[in-house]
């Protein structure tokens, strides 16, 4: 059974502090590893699909990158519109390769 | 390009009462899965179509079920609805051939 695990559960940084979240998982063949951003009462939206161990991926002000049992989203000098959570997600090759298995996400918040 | 949609957005519904859920995947998109969202329990995946057909099924009771159209719309239907049944539901859509999924705003059910 897939399983992935995000943390911490909740982040507080001032505006402009760095940090990074990190996502554990078992998986039995890999696909995809998934992050996604949500905002309340919206749906998740994606960031990045990272494939395979030593990949890294930018966007902005956030990095994500994956190991065989890891991965992190490292955020550089955070905005306050950078407040969400964020979620990890993995696609196996197994039985569930047609399903995403969630972490519970990590709740950042960016202080001003 | 239009992104996945989600009708209703909102729903109050009675225990013991059924609903029937929408939704309309990005045009192209073979692929949509369903997932509940609560607060302690996170995303937990329900089920995945693909050309009508259902391909994985998630750990949830039979009153939970689903369907797929031939244009690729999907419903899910909950019956004999209880409190715990209270969630955001999300549906998701993929072309079938690339990795991960695009979600919709979801659905958000409250019983009473």
């Known amino acids: 059974e897939d399983q992935v695990t995000q943390s911490p559960e909740a982040l507080r940084l001032q505006e402009g502090e760095s940090s990074s979240l990190n996502c554990s998982y078992t998986v039995s063949g890999l696909r995809g590893l998934f992050w996604y951003r949500q905002d309340p009462g919206k749906g998740p939206e994606f960031l990045f699909t990272?494939?395979?161990a030593g990949e890294e991926k930018e966007k902005e002000r956030l990095k994500a990158t994956l190991t065989k049992k890891e991965s992190f989203l490292h955020i550089t000098a955070p905005k306050p519109e950078d407040s969400a959570t964020y979620l990890c997600?993995?696609?196996?090759?197994?039985?569930?390769?047609?399903?995403?298995?969630f972490g519970k996400g990590t709740k950042l918040s960016v202080i001003p | 390009k239009a992104g996945v949609t989600q009708t209703p957005r909102y729903l109050i519904k009675t225990r013991g009462q059924q609903v029937t859920l929408s939704c309309s995947p990005i045009s192209g998109h073979r692929s949509v899965s369903w997932y509940q969202q609560t607060p302690g329990q996170g995303l937990q995946f329900l089920f995945e179509y693909f050309s009508e057909t259902q391909r994985n099924k998630g750990n949830f009771p039979g009153r939970f079920s689903g369907r797929q159209f031939s244009n690729s719309r999907s419903e899910m239907n909950v019956s004999t609805l209880e409190l715990g049944d209270s969630a955001l539901y999300l549906c998701a859509s993929s072309s079938g051939q690339e990795v991960g999924y695009t979600f919709g705003s979801g659905t958000r059910l409250t019983v009473v």
């Open positions: 990272l494939y395979s």
């Open positions: 997600a993995v696609q196996g090759t197994g039985a569930g390769s047609y399903q995403l298995t």
